[in-house]
Every structure is written in C-alpha cells, then in structure tokens.
C-alpha cells in the first residue's frame, strides 16, 4: 500500500467544463423546466441580496448563487413522499423540491406566512407538502436525520428514500462517517449528496483534507458513489435518477459528490473575496464562467430551441421571484401571542 490519494483533478479546474451540457436524452420539456427552476433559485437569491444588502432582512443568509443544478439535478427524482434534509445553504433544495417562493421570501423577513411561520430565518426552512423535511445550520446536524427517514421508509416499505445535502466542510464531521457506516450495513434507502464547493466557511479544502475528493469516505463504505460536474443539471438528474431508483428498489443507500463553487462570501450577500484564503477575484470570475445556467441555456439553443421559449422561462422565474418580494412585504409579522409557539412541546400550538 502506497498510501496515494485520488483528487478531483479537471472537476475542480474552473476552466474545465464551460461549454454546454450535454442534453443526453433529456426531453425538451424537462430541461426547460430545470432550467426555469435554477432561475427562479438564482433570481430569488438575488433579490434576497438586494434586501439584505439594504439591512431589510433578519437573519443570517447563505447563498446558493453558482451552485443551482446539484439540488434542481437531484429533485429531478424525488417526491412529496420523501424526505430531504439540508443545512445553512438550502435555499436551493427547499425552492427545486417544489417549496414556495412566496413563504421562502416570507421567512426571510420574518412574516407569518414564511415557511416556518417566521419562526426560523433563511437556515430553518421546511416544506412538508414537498417533502423537504427541514433545514438546520448545525453542520452535519441533518445527516443522521436523513439516515433515519430512510430507516423509516425501510421499515414502512413505503419505496420513500431520504435525501441528505451537505458540504465539503461538512464531511469533517465524525457524524457523517457514522451514518454513511449504517446506512451501508443496514443498506437503507437514503441518497447523501455532497455539493463540494472546495470551501468550508473561508478555508479552502487543500488547508483541511489530504485530498479534495470527498467520495473516498463512502467508498470506503462500500457505498455506490458518482463523482460529477455539479453545475451540469442534466449530468447531476442521471446520476440521482440511477441511485434513488437503486435506494426505492431496497439496494442501498448511494453517494453523490457534486463538484461546484459559491458566487457569493460564505454568508451574506458580497462575494467576500479578501476574507478567503486562496479564494480571489481571478478565481471567482474562472468559476462563472461554469455557470450552470449559461451552460443549459447553450445547449438547448445548440439543440435548435427557439430563444423566445427559453427566455419565456426565465423570465417567469424572474417574474415570480420579484412578485414574492413585493408580497412578503406586505405579509403580516406573526403575533406576540405566538412567541412560545413550538417552544414546548403540548402548548400553545397554532398549527
Ligand atoms: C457543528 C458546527 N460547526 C461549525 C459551524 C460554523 N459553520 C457554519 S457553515 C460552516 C462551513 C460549512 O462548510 P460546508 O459544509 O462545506 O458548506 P458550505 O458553506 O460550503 O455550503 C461552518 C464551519 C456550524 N454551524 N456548526
Ligand atoms: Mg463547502
């Protein structure tokens, strides 16, 4: 044994894969409405910045501008049934599971129509009808939890699968490694997906792991594991469809590692280049040019697509993502009275 490490290697080279996706066999229809969902993520994280930006939001925010096409990839595969956990930076596995702009936006500004009644903020998110089953900012905090719904549905035989989105920084947590070792002797029907950014807060992978390919610890498993360009949607949906389709029919849990980068700092709107070690404007402009919408966009023009159709849909996603500002404006602050709500357990519930 020679104690060598595998490494991303052109996965995580910014001026590897710019051109456009490669459409595989993907309708016209589907990829037009996967990119209509990463537009309304981006166009909806932009305006939260706007309103961050201009001190009107309560909480911290995370954003998941740059990163939109591991989550809508994945909810490609997933239904209201299942149950999909995330962590700080979940926007965007709230909205591409189906969740609402409208309470998204409300739950930013802390109004009682937010989708956790106002409650939480932008890392407390929860969509029951859409089987995004929370968001918590406790790093790692989740994975068990995902873990667990799939020993749920195991036990139900209801074919459900779990689904934990975490990061690289995340994996350095002893929880993961306990839950991807249970998930794999109890072959439980759960997906982990990794969206490695390269970054924990402002420290680069290179500073904290041996190596920047983070698949090696569901390898290790014996985990089925899949190593993508996670800014390629349509790359993203194949690898999700094989492994959730092999978690329903009782094969096991799977692992994605979705290679991808943030536009923006580690929290808050800027893109806080000069607080990040090794992170500069050079790399952050390399990276855009990997933009996974551009990229879709490209291809369904390169396929013959007529540029009304698609920007049809992005300016639908625009459209509903500023009507969702204007509402949550408007939207009530939840009352006094509801302060101890959901604070212990068997009092003062208002659901
Ligand atoms: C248990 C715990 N430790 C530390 C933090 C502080 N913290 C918040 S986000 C973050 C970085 C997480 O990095 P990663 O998992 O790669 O996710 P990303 O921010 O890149 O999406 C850290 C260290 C926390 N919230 N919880
Ligand atoms: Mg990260």
């Not at 950014?197 to 420290?203: E, P, Q």
């Not at 991808?260 to 580690?266: A, E, K, N, P």
């Amino acid at each position: 044994m020679n104690g060598s490490l595998t490494h991303l290697g052109a996965l995580a080279d910014p001026a590897a894969f710019t051109g456009p996706v490669d459409l595989q066999n993907t309708p016209d229809e589907t990829a037009l409405a996967m990119l209509e969902r990463m537009a309304l993520i981006r166009r909806t994280e932009e305006q939260i910045a706007e309103m961050d930006q201009a001190g009107e939001v309560n909480c911290p925010c995370h954003y998941a501008i740059g990163q939109e096409a591991t989550a809508v990839g994945v909810a490609q595969h997933l239904r209201p049934t299942d149950r999909g956990f995330g962590a700080h930076r979940s926007h965007s596995h709230y909205l591409a599971s189906g969740g609402s702009v409208d309470k998204l936006m409300a739950e930013v500004l802390g109004r009682d129509t937010g989708a956790s009644r106002g409650m939480g903020g932008s890392m407390h998110l929860y969509g029951a009808d859409t089987g995004f089953a929370g968001s918590v900012p406790i790093v790692a905090g989740t994975v068990p939890l995902a873990v667990g719904a799939g020993l749920a549905a195991k036990l139900d035989g209801s074919g459900d699968v779990g689904v934990a989105y975490f990061g690289d920084g995340a994996c350095e947590e002893g929880v993961v490694h306990e839950s991807l070792n249970l998930a794999a002797v109890m072959r439980l029907p759960v997906l982990f997906v990794v969206e490695n950014n390269l970054y924990s807060s402002h420290l680069d992978i290179h500073l904290r792991q041996p190596s920047d390919r983070v698949a090696r610890f569901a390898e290790s498993h014996g985990i089925v594991t899949h190593v993508v360009d996670g800014n390629d949607v349509v790359e993203v949906a194949r690898v999700a469809g094989e492994l959730i389709g092999r978690a329903r029919a009782g094969e096991g849990p799977g692992f994605i590692e979705a290679v991808t980068y943030r536009w923006r700092g580690h929290v808050g709107p800027d893109e806080n280049i000069d607080v990040g070690l090794r992170r500069s404007a050079e790399e952050v402009a390399a990276w855009k040019k990997r933009d996974p919408i551009a990229r879709l966009r490209a291809a369904l023009e390169t396929r013959g697509l007529a540029a009304a159709d698609i920007d049809g849909r992005l300016d639908a996603a625009e459209q509903a993502a500023k009507a969702a500002r204007e509402k949550a404006y408007d939207a009530p602050w939840p009352p006094q009275s509801a302060l101890l709500d959901h604070v212990y357990a068997g009092q003062g519930d208002r659901s």
